[in-house]
């Protein structure tokens, strides 16, 4: 299953939560997500009786976003929800411990393009390879629809269905956080009111793993301080301080 590379704000690690409300069925909630806790009710009712595991908050091209992790039964699952309206943008599973052990020859790629064209009907086929993965032999294939890109992955002899996954290909949020930045002077009064009487030496707005942030360096009495900011909704994302080497 693809992993997404990420550098998690905060980690919560959640263990046998279980908050079964439905079933699966490619479930979009409209509600606005607002914390890990919630996110993780929301992934619960998508994947029913599951287990929570993990659950990250990231920024990803500029959007805030949850990644949770659950197991049930034998299998892993991977869900990531947009927190500004809770848009459910990729889904996965796999078979952690799948069975190795079959006799039967390896099915031939046609075989397999009706398995997957069976499992996301009226797909298109990008690419199907065929590897190995822990001696098992693998068919690894690549579809799209819609608005969707789907990665399958099939025992190569009996044909069972080991990993699933897609995601979204493009945005379908109606109203995008496109909102303008609160601009330098706000960014500098936010600061200040953080570090009350203090001197701003450098403000500058800049890019931060794709979030638009504004860079603040003050300085007051022996200390100096670097705040960063988020440059459309304003909250501090960091706060830093340390001695003033210039004092002494």
């Not at 069925?25 to 606005?32: F, G, Y």
């Not at 309206?85 to 006799?103: A, F």
């Not at 890109?149 to 290909?169: D, M, N, Q, S």
Request: proline content about 3%.
């Amino acid at each position: 299953m693809k992993t997404h590379k990420r550098s998690p704000l905060i980690v919560l690690t959640v263990c046998l939560i279980s908050i079964g409300i439905l079933s699966f069925s490619d479930p979009v909630s409209a509600k606005r997500i607002t914390s890990l806790r919630q996110a993780a009710k929301t992934a619960t009712a998508a994947v029913k009786n599951a287990d929570v595991t993990e659950v990250d908050s990231d920024y990803e091209k500029g959007q805030l976003i949850y990644e949770i992790q659950l197991i049930k039964g034998a299998k892993k699952y991977d869900i990531t929800y947009r927190a500004s309206d809770g848009k459910m943008l990729s889904y996965g599973w796999e078979i952690y411990r799948p069975q190795q052990g079959s006799k039967k020859k390896i099915m031939n790629r046609s075989n397999c393009q009706k398995l997957a064209l069976k499992e996301v009907p009226g797909a298109k086929i990008l690419s199907l390879v065929q590897k190995s993965d822990d001696g098992i032999p693998i068919y690894k294939v690549k579809l799209t629809h819609s608005n969707k890109k789907y990665t399958l992955e099939y025992h190569a002899r009996t044909g069972k269905l080991l990993e699933y996954e897609w995601e979204l290909t493009v945005s379908t949020q109606k109203n995008p956080t496109t909102s303008k930045y609160i601009g330098v002077a706000k960014a500098k009064k936010i600061a200040l009111a953080r570090v009350p009487n203090a001197t701003i030496v450098k403000a500058v707005s800049d890019q931060d793993d794709g979030v638009p942030v504004y860079e603040i360096e003050l300085i007051k009495g022996a200390m100096e301080y670097d705040i960063k900011i988020h440059a459309r909704s304003g909250k501090i994302l960091e706060f830093e301080k340390d001695y003033n080497d210039s004092w002494w």
